[in-house]
């Protein structure tokens, strides 16, 4: 199975912030990574499909970045709403595998 | 608008067995996978399971493999998982997942349904 190692595992940041998550795996997995926001008793939320492909609707303070094995989301300027857990999640082969998440608190 | 609401979850005991069900609407259910995806309480996500567009192709991680099976019926655009044997590490929220432009990428989720397995 492939690991999917985050960093850091939480984070405290102020409103306005320039903020990055790493995400590493494994082993080569492309650019097959994506990235999902949850907030406390929510889904999850997709942000960011094939590393650095923006979903629809989700705001352009997000961006990612990477291929291989090492992968960073972004955040340009933290919005108060932008605190959350962060995952990435490869999609290069099963079982598909999650990150262990990055909880982002407001500092 | 996608909407996915799952129903079957509750408390059973283990070795029990459970079976939990997604309604779809607001897409055409039968030309995109679908997915179970879980988190226990406090804890990560973990895909549990994906089935293709037409029924005929399943993926399963190894810890539920020979345990759960997973299904769909595209005429009632309804996704289902058959959970047998069940034991304390398969309590969760699991959460009905579509597939996006590619089978895992999971780009919508419903709201949950909480699986609690004790005695």
């Known amino acids: 199975d492939i690991q999917m190692t985050q960093s850091p595992s939480s984070l405290s940041a102020s409103v306005g912030d320039r903020l990055t998550i790493t995400c590493r795996a494994s082993q080569s997995i492309s650019n097959y990574l994506n990235w999902y926001q949850q907030k406390p008793g929510k889904a999850p939320k997709l942000l960011i499909y094939g590393a650095s492909s923006l979903q629809s609707g989700v705001p352009s303070r997000f961006s990612g970045s990477g291929s291989g094995t090492d992968f960073t989301l972004t955040i340009s300027s933290l919005k108060p709403e932008d605190f959350a857990t962060y995952y990435c999640q490869q999609r290069y082969s099963t079982p598909v595998t999650f990150g262990g998440g990055t909880n982002v608190e407001i500092k | 608008e996608v909407q996915l609401l799952e129903s079957g979850g509750g408390l059973i005991q283990p070795g029990g067995s459970l079976r939990l069900s997604c309604a779809a609407s607001g897409f055409t259910f039968s030309i995109y996978a679908m997915n179970w995806v879980r988190q226990a309480p406090g804890k990560g996500l973990e895909w549990v399971s994906g089935?293709?567009?037409?029924?005929?192709?399943?993926y399963y991680t190894d810890s539920v493999k020979g345990r759960f099976t997973i299904s769909r019926d595209n005429s009632k655009n309804t996704l289902i998982v058959q959970m047998n044997s069940l034991r304390a590490e398969d309590s969760a929220v699991y959460y009905c997942v579509k597939g996006g432009g590619h089978s895992f990428d999971f780009d919508s989720w419903g709201q949950g349904t909480l699986v609690t397995v004790s005695s």
């Open positions: 089935i293709s567009a037409n029924g005929r192709t399943t």
